[in-house]
């Protein structure tokens, strides 16, 4: 009874400390109200009613008639600086195959929402690399060192370390209206070597392993969960 008792009173003080410390107040309700334009660029305009109020609504908030674009457009160079700045902190951090898989889907968005060709065309030339490079029986390696552009550890997962890389080499397709077959054929190749090297079965269930300098490690970790991209692919 006390064991019980005990669970419930932390059960209760868990609670009211996620209440105090994580639920939004009144003030951060009204940007989740906000669509995704608009979140990462906002349109500004000024409360008319008062002039000397120097008060600024975020479009959504208020009626959208009158739209400053010289506000705009300094909040739009403020967002490019922001993403010139992660640019720079990819360029120094960036190590995991995964990364790249994840940096590919978000920086060609980020052309598609500003119309700078810049976060595009470092993505791609990441991709350029990794698709003349050669690969230990046509795996690509979880870690790649930013500065000399050469395979680290010849560690292969399909789970952590390097899931996302082939998630996004198919999406990267499809989102493309399936025009991007370059990504398709480095994706398709990739799913034939780990199907070859890295799919085994043990007391009759299917595993995927990980390949690491030139042996098989028969282990599956949690995240190889996204595996089951190949049944997208074979849609």
């Known amino acids: 009874e006390k064991f019980i008792l005990l669970l419930i009173l932390s059960a209760f003080i868990t609670l009211c400390f996620g209440a105090f410390f994580f639920l939004p107040d009144s003030s951060k309700h009204k940007r989740f109200d906000l669509g995704l334009e608009d979140v990462l660029i906002p349109h500004i305009e000024t409360d008319k009613g008062d002039k000397n109020s120097g008060n600024v609504l975020i479009h959504g908030e208020g009626h959208d008639e009158h739209r400053h674009r010289e506000e705009e457009e300094q909040l739009r160079n ?3 600086a922001d993403h010139e700045r992660a640019l720079e902190e990819a360029k120094e951090k960036l190590k995991k ?3 790249f898989g994840t940096l590919h889907s978000e920086f060609v968005h980020l052309t598609y929402l500003t119309g700078n060709p810049i976060y595009y065309n470092k993505v791609m030339h990441i991709r350029k690399l990794l698709q003349k490079m050669d690969r230990p029986n046509g795996l690509y390696p979880n870690y790649l060192n930013p500065r000399t552009g050469r395979w680290g550890q010849h560690h292969t997962s399909v789970g952590g370390l390097g899931d996302s890389f082939y998630e996004y080499l198919l999406k990267a397709w499809l989102v493309s209206d399936r025009t991007d077959v370059e990504a398709r054929n480095m994706y ?4 034939e070597a780990i199907e070859k090297h890295l799919i085994r079965k043990s007391g009759g269930l299917t595993f995927i392993g990980e390949w690491k300098n030139g042996h098989l490690e028969r282990k599956m970790g949690h995240l190889t ?3 089951g991209m190949l049944a997208l692919g074979a849609d």
């Open 78 to 80: 403020k967002i490019r």
């Open 97 to 99: 195959s995964a990364e």
């Open 188 to 191: 398709d190749g990739a799913i």
């Open 225 to 227: 969960c996204f595996a």
